[in-house]
């Protein structure tokens, strides 16, 4: 698998042509550059319905989640960006919330509920950007999506060296608040914290660089360093290193796209927190996916109608002392389906998915799912 990862990129870069270029649309653009907001109010927003029909028990429908994006620029330099999500219809988060000062047109200073700066759907997960009706496993079970904490920090662009860099001092997941929160099955998920009545026992650090100097390529280096957040610090146990690292990649010509991504977790003084809690956090988590999608309809028309293939591995489990290793954690999935675009930003999605695991013997679970998507 390797072999043929890297024969795909190579490939990939072989294609790379001078004439071709990655088009974001004017939302994203917006959040890469704060100067293009217009003065007052800016509304905007992400939704999506899904199907989920699986190979055994009950399917589920489900309004998964509706966004609602607020703007607003005082003047030149200062704007303020909030995001209001409403999930499966009866829960309500503030998904991102934070205050931007322009030093220059090039650098801007950011204080508030920030996303993690961590591959590629943690900051740009609207449905219309992304193929398959679910996010990733990778950014679900290893990231995880949507991972936002609160904090400071600094982001902007080298245009000569056509590079976009952010670095941030945030808070991290929660690992104890009088109940240890991490396990084996789900990572860091359940320690976001969200932005709610955050604890704050240590700083951690957050950067990307992004590199789009290569017409039609952008490729995305993330790291995060820091420990875990606990009530009581000087409890044996009760907190555990984190530092990730992901490198990610996008393509686009003509017709062809295709995406990269690979994360690694290393996880420190797990035995003890293992030991303390009675739970199975591992050592490491990890893996990664490489998809390829074509357009079939004409590259000139209104509609866009991608066939896609996703091939994903990670792994949620290594080992530490004490602790077995858990092959149902390693994870091998298939997706493959079409995203019809109606319009720019409105999309109808399709897909099937074979799930297994590393476990000797055991069978793939298949997954069927529809949806719908909006992005304004």
Same mark, same amino acid.
Not at 17 to 32: D, K, R, T
Not at 55 to 67: C, M
Not at 225 to 246: A, E, P, R, Y
């Given at each position: 698998? =390797?072999?043929? !990862?890297?024969?795909?990129?190579?490939?990939?870069f072989?294609?790379?042509? %001078?004439?071709?270029?990655?088009?974001l649309?004017?939302?994203q653009?917006?959040?890469?550059?704060?100067s293009?907001?217009?003065s007052?109010?800016?509304?905007?927003?992400?939704?999506e319905?899904t199907?989920?029909n699986?190979? +055994?028990?009950?399917s589920?429908?489900?309004?998964?989640r509706?966004?609602?994006?607020?703007?607003?620029?005082?003047?030149d330099r200062?704007?303020?960006?909030?995001?209001v999500?409403?999930?499966?219809?009866?829960?309500v988060y !503030?998904e991102?919330a934070w205050?931007?000062?322009?030093?220059t047109? &090039?650098?801007n200073?950011r204080?508030?509920?920030?996303?993690?700066p961590?591959?590629?759907?943690?900051?740009?997960?609207?449905?219309t950007t992304? &193929? @398959?009706v679910e996010?990733?496993?990778?950014?679900?079970?290893?990231?995880?999506?949507t991972?936002?904490? !609160?904090?400071m920090?600094?982001?902007?662009?080298?245009? &000569?060296?056509?590079?976009?860099?952010q %670095?941030?001092?945030?808070?991290?997941?929660l +690992?104890y608040?009088?109940?240890?929160k991490?396990? @084996?099955?789900n990572?860091?998920r $359940?320690?976001?914290?969200?932005? %709610?009545?955050?604890?704050?026992?240590d700083?951690?650090?957050?950067?990307?660089l992004?590199?789009y100097g290569?017409?039609?390529? =952008?490729?995305g280096?993330?790291?995060?360093?820091?420990k875990?957040?606990?009530i009581d610090? +000087?409890l044996?146990?009760s907190?555990?290193?984190?530092?990730?690292?992901g490198?990610?990649a996008?393509?686009v010509k003509?017709?062809?796209?295709a995406?990269?991504q690979?994360i690694?977790?290393?996880l +420190?003084d797990?035995?003890?927190?293992?030991?303390?809690?009675?739970?199975?956090?591992?050592s490491?988590?990890?893996g990664?996916y !490489?998809e390829a999608a074509?357009?079939?309809l004409? /590259? @000139?028309?209104r509609?866009?109608?991608d066939?896609?293939l996703r091939y994903?591995?990670?792994n949620?489990?290594?080992a530490?002392?004490g602790i077995?290793?858990?092959?149902?954690?390693?994870? =091998?999935e298939?997706?493959?389906?079409a995203s019809?675009h109606? $319009?720019? @930003?409105?999309v109808f999605k399709?897909d099937?998915?074979?799930k297994g695991?590393a476990?000797?013997n055991s069978?793939?679970k298949g997954?069927? &799912?529809m949806?719908?998507? /909006?992005?304004?």
């Amino acid at each position: 698998m =390797k072999k043929t !990862i890297l024969t795909f990129l190579t490939l990939t870069f072989t294609f790379i042509s %001078a004439q071709e270029s990655q088009q974001l649309n004017s939302y994203q653009q917006q959040f890469l550059n704060l100067s293009k907001l217009e003065s007052g109010l800016t509304i905007g927003g992400y939704g999506e319905v899904t199907y989920n029909n699986y190979d +055994s028990g009950p399917s589920e429908l489900d309004v998964q989640r509706l966004v609602m994006l607020f703007a607003y620029k005082f003047d030149d330099r200062v704007s303020f960006i909030t995001e209001v999500e409403y999930e499966h219809v009866k829960e309500v988060y !503030i998904e991102q919330a934070w205050l931007n000062y322009a030093l220059t047109d &090039n650098t801007n200073l950011r204080a508030g509920l920030l996303l993690v700066p961590m591959g590629i759907v943690n900051e740009y997960h609207e449905p219309t950007t992304f &193929n @398959g009706v679910e996010r990733p496993s990778l950014d679900n079970k290893i990231v995880p999506t949507t991972w936002r904490e !609160i904090g400071m920090g600094i982001s902007g662009r080298f245009n &000569n060296l056509n590079m976009r860099y952010q %670095a941030y001092i945030m808070n991290g997941p929660l +690992s104890y608040d009088g109940v240890h929160k991490l396990k @084996g099955t789900n990572g860091l998920r $359940s320690g976001r914290q969200k932005g %709610a009545e955050s604890v704050g026992s240590d700083a951690n650090l957050a950067t990307r660089l992004d590199y789009y100097g290569i017409l039609g390529l =952008k490729v995305g280096l993330s790291y995060y360093t820091g420990k875990t957040q606990s009530i009581d610090t +000087s409890l044996i146990g009760s907190q555990v290193g984190l530092n990730m690292f992901g490198l990610d990649a996008r393509y686009v010509k003509n017709n062809f796209s295709a995406r990269y991504q690979y994360i690694n977790a290393i996880l +420190s003084d797990t035995k003890q927190y293992n030991s303390s809690s009675g739970k199975d956090l591992g050592s490491q988590m990890g893996g990664y996916y !490489i998809e390829a999608a074509y357009n079939v309809l004409p /590259i @000139g028309a209104r509609q866009r109608l991608d066939l896609f293939l996703r091939y994903e591995d990670l792994n949620q489990h290594k080992a530490v002392d004490g602790i077995k290793k858990n092959l149902a954690f390693h994870r =091998k999935e298939w997706t493959f389906g079409a995203s019809y675009h109606l $319009s720019k @930003g409105s999309v109808f999605k399709m897909d099937y998915q074979s799930k297994g695991t590393a476990l000797n013997n055991s069978d793939a679970k298949g997954q069927f &799912n529809m949806g719908v998507g /909006i992005f304004f």
